[in-house]
């Protein structure tokens, strides 16, 4: 096919290959630094073996299998299993929804190896708590979150910790105040720290000139140059060229797209060879290290010094663990809710624990600053802030006026990510909770319709019987709706049904309250539904359209900047809808 993209060479010796099957889907991906490669399989669903078109059933990495997937009726993901010497088993259990056999794409139990953890929502999918233990009865409240009417955490109730942390905002989604007390669930005693974060420009409102005390001076598009004790350069607008510190010069170059290649840390190099903003390989000194990805291009782990390793990540994506091939845990890393490094602990801590630098949401962590890089700037966990402001938001003619550019994923770091520093995202279960009410409303018009329907008077079954035979490329409709295709030779090529035939489990219905069979040389198949994607997309457009403008237009809402941060799930939403129409 005409168009696809091959292969691609550096002049740095990188080389990067990629085949595709014959239905045009990436087959298999080969990159190679130097001497050494690794090449990275897909492997499709097979119906002939009981699998579904379409979706991915596992991952080679060098001709070996390293993930398989298993998914239910409904194409949801139910186990993921990473084939090492003892196999490392992730399976999900999905929330049920608030009707009588309905169900969610909201995952409420996540068992990762020997540990089972449990999640609770709100009404809009934010996570609420996550709990620890065999059962949900039994499970032990380990993390509770509260968030305000804009999606912003206010309340942090943290076992892992021990200690609960509030935080405030202004109206313009600026933290002013974080909290910490003794840990509880209900009311709280004084306050055990307090830091407040200020913010003394009068013509840029959400720059942070005073962090606990401590000055922060800026150039004048927002790049920081005195900061908490360190002293920073810029280039090219945006770019931080060198940070220094006592005992500590870093310094950063770039490609031509401004996605970092290399860093010294005092007079250590550390080389970065890219697919993109993809590190597929990295050099510090002698010391190579090349990542692994998955089929969504998230990280599966990395092979160092001849051996292979795999991380375990929890439902926001979070390393929180590093396997050896043998399938034994070596290292555990633990992070509050902003993505700060609590502890490194582990066999490996001290060795594989340090040298992986990807950590918080699969972000890269510059262990020597404390600083996540985010391909476009650096984001700061102890902080919970950019370092420096976002660039131009296309459309405003570069007034910056009603948006914040410093603030993290909306000041909402549990359900949201944001691995290029300019547009946070939702983490999957809340994007899909947001398509799920959108379905909800569609549903519930569709029942109205339903049961009007059900009132008129019912057809016999006798007059319902569709004629065996038909017209070729015609369609016969019963009495009571079930309908059936004919093919070119006239013979049935798929049938409508809406009756179960005394087996409920056998004919899944969808929203409208039935079922489809295919024919093929004269015998027919199963039932299978399809389900309302398509028009939940559009309304799921639609509505986040409409909020697009009404948020938009400050003189209209008369709420200025503060609603502007629904601009971040409006445009997932935006985006959700698009996938489910199109695919």
């Known amino acids: 096919m005409i168009g696809r993209i091959v292969g691609m060479d550096s002049t740095d010796g990188q080389t990067l290959r990629i085949a595709y099957d014959s239905k045009n889907r990436t087959d298999y991906v080969v990159s190679k630094v130097g001497d050494s490669s690794t090449k990275t399989r897909y492997l499709y669903g097979n119906t002939g073996a009981n699998q579904k078109a379409g979706l991915i059933y596992g991952v080679e990495i060098d001709d070996t299998p390293a993930v398989s997937y298993a998914y239910d009726n409904m194409a949801r993901r139910t186990g993921r299993t990473l084939d090492l010497g003892t196999d490392y088993v992730t399976s999900y259990g999905y929330l049920a929804g608030n009707e009588a056999g309905t169900t969610t794409a909201l995952i409420e139990r996540l068992q990762s190896g020997p540990e089972t953890w449990w999640y609770a929502y709100d009404a809009v999918g934010n996570i609420t708590s996550i709990s620890k233990g065999e059962t949900k009865e039994a499970a032990i409240l380990q993390e509770q979150y509260v968030y305000d009417g804009l999606g912003q955490i206010i309340r942090e109730n943290s076992k892992s910790q021990d200690k609960t942390i509030t935080y405030r905002y202004d109206g313009g989604g600026n933290l002013t105040e974080r909290k910490e007390y003794t840990y509880s669930t209900g009311e709280l005693g004084d306050p055990v720290q307090t830091v407040a974060y200020g913010y003394g420009d009068m013509n840029w409102k959400d720059k942070l000139t005073s962090y606990d005390g401590t000055e922060i001076a800026y150039d004048a598009i927002g790049n920081p140059l005195s900061y908490l004790g360190k002293t920073l350069i810029w280039q090219n607008g945006r770019q931080l060229a060198s940070l220094n510190d006592t005992d500590l010069t870093v310094n950063y170059a770039y490609d031509d797209s401004g996605i970092r290649i290399q860093k010294t840390v005092n007079e250590t190099e550390t080389k970065f060879y890219l697919n993109g903003t993809v590190i597929l390989t990295q050099m510090t000194g002698n010391e190579r290290m090349d990542f692994l990805y998955d089929e969504a291009g998230d990280l599966l782990g990395f092979k160092y010094d001849g051996n292979s390793y795999y991380y375990i990540r929890n439902l926001q994506s979070d390393i929180t663990g590093i396997l050896n091939s043998a399938g034994e845990q070596i290292v555990s890393y633990a992070y509050d809710a902003w993505g700060k490094l609590l502890s490194v602990a582990g066999s490996a801590a001290d060795t594989i624990g340090k040298k992986n630098p990807f950590r918080y949401r699969g972000y890269y962590y510059d262990t020597e600053t404390g600083l996540y890089y985010l391909n476009s700037r650096y984001y700061n966990p102890e902080i919970g802030r950019y370092l420096n402001a976002d660039k131009a938001i296309p459309g405003v003619g570069g007034d910056i006026r009603g948006y914040n550019l410093f603030s993290y994923c909306m000041n909402n770091p549990i359900n949201m990510s944001d691995p290029n520093g300019q547009w946070p995202k939702w983490i999957q279960g809340v994007a899909n909770a947001v398509e799920n009410l959108v379905k909800k409303a569609i549903n519930k018009a569709i029942n109205n319709v339903k049961a009007a329907l059900s009132s008129k008077p019912k057809v016999s079954q006798t007059t319902n019987k569709r004629p065996y035979t038909g017209k070729p490329g015609s369609t ?108």
């Open 476 to 583: 016969y409709k019963a009495p009571n709706g079930d309908t059936r295709t004919y093919g070119p030779d006239g013979k049935p090529k798929h049938d409508y049904d809406h009756s179960d035939h005394g087996y409920p489990d056998k004919h899944p219905h969808d929203e409208n309250g039935g079922h489809n069979h295919d024919w093929e040389n004269g015998v027919r198949g199963p039932a299978y539904s399809v389900n309302n994607d398509p028009l939940a997309g559009a309304a799921l457009i639609t509505v986040c359209a409409i909020g697009f403008f009404l948020v938009a237009a400050d003189d209209i809402t008369v709420i200025g900047i503060a609603d502007n941060f629904l601009l971040g799930p409006l445009g997932a939403g935006v985006s959700k809808g698009l996938i489910m129409i199109f695919g």
